[in-house]
């Protein structure tokens, strides 16, 4: 018998009758380990003092108010006996003075010592390295805004409350765009980087001509008494702090300016934004030869978006889904507090699955953070594979034997986690999932990803990539005043999804082995772009794309936000009459655009 049913059954109508109050008596179970039946007696015994000292006419029944005071009654009750447990094994403990309950504990414990924790501690079936509460899991616990939806995109769609229907073909086709394999990396040489980055540059005046055939570009460091069109990357001479009008430096490649580097001039542009790593198209000239005057900032030429046919929509949204609307949920590491490794925060997301049923969960790294104080301490007991196994994998499996093949779920690594190999973008997914031990139904992603979920593309980096942009751009009275959403679009505007050069060396977010750089580069513009940051989570359509930052799922000591996606299908009339319109020889009828930024909902929601 799981929690929720003995609760039910101890409590009766109380808690069968009221959800809200189900969900905080589970937590507080989970928090101060302890049984149904006792936290029953404790809840009896609360509301008889309560009601009898209350003037008021009161049932006793489980209200908000009623509940706030029992959590508070019961953690003051804990705290009490804990500190009562600890007082008499201190006057107790003959040896050191200096040695404290919990030290001599975790002392013998390593040591392999069988002696029993103290009577006091046995009594209230208390651990106190494992059990005992922290400060912030009891703040965590006790959290007054969880399950509250904090923004919401497309709010005129509705959200899918039904569970998934069940049939033989019902389940989300997924495909990776992009692969990366294992690699060596911090090998690169000097003239292969040159390469690389000459490249991007080339590229990006390919495409330029393409949409502008007449276009000639110059060497912007020539003398030059008329006005040219030059292409190159923007960089900065700054030896330190942050780049500035006056710092900023137009890079070319060998083949359109033998590689030289020009002082650029927007003294003369009304409005301009820039970064370090932007390929740029300007016009301007060099009237002595030593800076570059810019007269006009050209508009790259967009990505061309994603399509299918309307026959292959038709099979995934109304044959595969059953012209249901596809769930999914996202969120981003840490997922524990930062003074413990109980991974409270996930758990606490897990009991969102268990109840949303979602058909694809993507989580995002770090999964065990190489940042977080007990791990850079090494005040650890296990492996950090083994954290992952039981925090992470072990719920995850849970969940896939009481609901099996109903949910897939994608994982992308971070470069803070400890159990990845890789330490500079891209990395491979994750290496060794049977150490991992990772429920069927899983699939280890890239970092960046680029994949399809059905018709639609996503992508993901879990670099904090605009935290690196809003602490490098430089911009002048720029065309889009919402600067997320303006710092949003470079990642698509720049056909990457890590476009900043060179990252900050005190970074270890930053680090890109150019080797690798092309695998970094969107192949066709996604439907659905997903950031992680510590900037304010948000959900926009940036260009007919949406962008979601789902923020962190854990802040230090505090619970943070995640992301449910709700993705409608298309009218299936208009698609009927598109297969019927099909023709193999025209290539306007056989693609369709998904229109994904017009039938999907984007909730973001507080842990």
Same mark, same amino acid.
């Given at each position: ?276 790593? %932007?390929? *740029?198209?300007?016009?301007? =000239? ?5 800076? &570059?005057?810019?007269? !006009?900032?050209?508009? +790259? /030429? ?113 470069? %803070?986690? *400890?159990?990845?190999?890789? =330490? ?5 997914? &994750?290496?060794?999932? !049977?150490?991992?031990? +990772? /429920? ?168």
């Amino acid at each position: 018998m799981n929690q929720e049913q003995a609760l039910i059954d101890v409590f009766g109508n109380t808690l069968a009758t009221n959800p809200s109050a189900l969900r905080e008596c589970l937590h507080l179970l989970r928090i101060y380990r302890i049984e149904p039946e006792t936290l029953h007696s404790k809840w009896e015994a609360y509301i008889m003092n309560s009601t009898s000292s209350s003037r008021d006419e009161d049932d006793g029944s489980m209200t908000a108010a009623h509940l706030e005071g029992f959590k508070n009654s019961l953690r003051r009750t804990l705290e009490l006996k804990a500190q009562q447990g600890l007082q008499k094994q201190a006057q107790s403990t003959s040896g050191s003075s200096f040695a404290t309950p919990k030290r001599a504990q975790l002392k013998s414990k390593f040591q392999g010592s069988t002696s029993q924790a103290p009577r006091a501690m046995h009594d209230m079936d208390i651990d106190l390295h494992d059990q005992l509460p922290s400060p912030s899991s009891k703040q965590f616990a006790l959290r007054k805004n969880m399950s509250e939806t904090e923004e919401t995109l497309n709010s005129h769609l509705k959200q899918r409350t039904e569970p998934p229907r069940a049939g033989s073909d019902y389940k989300s086709t997924i495909n990776l765009v992009t692969a990366v394999k294992p690699y060596r990396y911090m090998f690169e040489k000097i003239t292969d980087k040159g390469e690389a980055l000459d490249d991007r540059i080339d590229a990006f005046a390919e495409i330029y001509r393409k949409s502008h055939p007449d276009t000639e570009f110059h060497n912007p460091a020539y003398l030059s008494q008329s006005v040219v069109t030059v292409v190159g990357r923007i960089c900065s001479d700054a030896n330190e702090g942050k780049a500035n009008e006056q710092s900023l430096l137009l890079e070319t490649s060998r083949s359109f300016g033998s590689g030289s580097r020009v002082k650029l001039d927007l003294m003369e542009v009304l409005r301009y934004n820039f970064f370090p790593g %932007q390929i *740029v198209v300007l016009s301007g =000239l060099n009237s002595h030869g030593s800076v &570059f005057a810019v007269t !006009r900032v050209h508009e +790259l /030429p967009g990505i061309s978006m994603a399509g299918a046919s309307p026959a292959d929509l038709e099979d995934f949204q109304y044959r595969k889904m059953a012209g249901q609307p596809i769930k999914m949920i996202v969120a981003a590491g840490p997922y524990t507090l930062s003074d413990n490794l109980l991974f409270e925060p996930f758990a606490a997301l897990m009991e969102h699955i268990n109840t949303e049923r979602p058909d694809v969960l993507l989580l995002m790294g770090p999964f065990v953070s190489s940042t977080h104080p007990m791990i850079v301490s090494g005040d650890i007991d296990m492996m950090p594979e083994a954290y992952f196994a039981k925090y992470i994998s072990a719920p995850l499996a849970k969940h896939q034997e009481r609901y099996p093949k109903e949910m897939q779920i994608l994982l992308v690594p971070s470069l %803070q986690d *400890v159990i990845q190999e890789t =330490l500079v973008l891209p990395q491979p997914g &994750f290496e060794h999932p !049977r150490a991992l031990a +990772l /429920p069927a139904g899983s699939f280890c992603l890239p970092n960046p990803a680029q994949f399809t979920i059905n018709e639609m593309v996503f992508a993901v980096n879990t670099a904090d990539i605009l935290m690196h942009l809003n602490g490098d751009e430089i911009a002048r009275n720029p065309d889009r005043s919402d600067r997320m959403g303006r710092l949003s679009k470079y990642v698509v505007e720049q056909r990457n999804l890590h476009p900043v050069y060179p990252g900050l060396a005190s970074d270890p977010d930053s680090g890109v082995d150019s080797n690798q750089f092309d695998l970094l580069d969107l192949r066709v513009c996604p439907d659905v772009v997903i950031l992680p940051s510590k900037l304010k989570h948000f959900a926009k359509i940036v260009d007919n794309v949406i962008v979601v930052n789902p923020n962190q799922l854990s802040k230090m000591q505090s619970g943070g936000t995640f992301a449910k996606l709700t993705i409608h299908p298309m009218a299936e009339g208009a698609l009927s009459d598109a297969v019927m319109m099909m023709d193999e020889d025209d290539e306007q009828t056989m693609s369709t655009y998904h229109r994904v930024y017009e039938r999907c909902r984007v909730d973001l929601v507080r842990v």
